[in-house]
């Protein structure tokens, strides 16, 4: 069982729908990482929080540390945001992260 | 505009051969880290170092090797003691700050395949 589970794994949407991927930690975290890898390999970072609700053109991150669970929200999606969606994080007293296997996520037209 | 560099794009190495990814950032951050990336597997982390002439192992950094002479520059050999080494590698680098969180930026990665 990974540390970062995320779900679902693979996930097929038409342009415009919401999107919503989600993410789950075992233990107490300092921080939790967003990223998008492009089919090209090359990694963006999207958000980086610790609580509450980020926001970011379409994009919505929303961490609950309670229940140790994140969501990644994309509101009318478009086939540009085809991309594998990573959630990350960072454990107290360390600057290592921890990855999940990711979300691939695909939109069509 | 500022960024990482990693070199070559795609990488092809013989059976016994060490062969160095190139690691290059020009953000000032001092600390840089190597991930490998498996398909159906979450990145894991090789080496990182926190500050020039510095560097700790990571999770799996077995057959491999790391130098830290430059505060831009982290290039990673992988040692032909690397049983498996075909995989997807990325570089990334952030400010580090023990007391709080920073962002890692990430290059675009290099593929390493054996032939």
């Known amino acids: 069982k990974n540390e970062v589970e995320q779900s679902p794994q693979n996930l097929t949407a038409q342009e415009g729908e919401f999107i919503t991927i989600n993410c789950s930690y075992s233990?107490?975290?300092?921080?939790l990482h967003w990223l998008q890898q492009h089919p090209g390999g090359g990694i963006v970072s999207l958000f980086m929080l610790s609580s509450g609700k980020k926001k970011h053109g379409r994009l919505i991150a929303t961490i609950n540390i309670q229940e140790k669970h994140s969501s990644l929200h994309i509101t009318a999606s478009h086939p540009r945001d085809s991309a594998v969606y990573i959630c990350a994080v960072r454990y107290e007293n360390t600057d290592k992260l921890i990855f999940g296997t990711g979300t691939r996520l695909q939109v069509f037209p | 505009d500022g960024g990482i560099t990693q070199s070559p794009k795609y990488l092809f190495r013989k059976e016994g051969q060490n062969v160095t990814l190139s690691c290059e950032q020009n953000l000032n951050h001092d600390a840089m880290y190597w991930y490998r990336q498996d398909p159906g597997q979450g990145l894991r982390l090789i080496y990182y170092s926190q500050i020039v002439n510095d560097f700790q192992k990571g999770d799996i950094a077995e057959g491999y090797s790391v130098s830290r002479e430059k505060k831009e520059s982290f290039p990673l050999t992988v040692t032909s003691a690397q049983k498996n080494p075909t995989a997807f590698y990325l570089c990334?680098?952030?400010?580090?700050?023990?007391?709080?969180?920073?962002?890692?930026?990430f290059g675009d990665g290099t593929r390493l395949s054996i032939l």
């Open positions: 233990v107490g975290i300092s921080a």
């Open positions: 990334a680098s952030s400010r580090f700050d023990i007391n709080s969180n920073q962002p890692q930026h």
